[in-house]
């Protein structure tokens, strides 16, 4: 039994930190990005990829959360 509840946390330990891991990743990527954006987009077109980002931000929002 022990040796069950053992290999589950491993498992869950496993499964989490591949989660965050794609969290964090995608989240220096989008900074590290930034200075590239900002020298090549006008401040409108900015705007434009900005409010897409909130959107497909929001999205996953509520994905991630069932609804």
Request: net charge neutral.
């Amino acid at each position: 039994m022990a040796k069950e509840v053992s290999s589950e946390l491993k498992l869950l330990s496993k499964h989490s930190s591949i989660y965050s891991l794609s969290k964090i990743l995608n989240r220096v990527v989008s900074f590290v990005l930034l200075p590239l954006y900002l020298s090549y987009l006008t401040p409108e077109n900015y705007a434009v990829m900005d409010l897409l980002y909130f959107t497909l931000a929001f999205l996953s929002i509520v994905l991630e959360v069932g609804a």
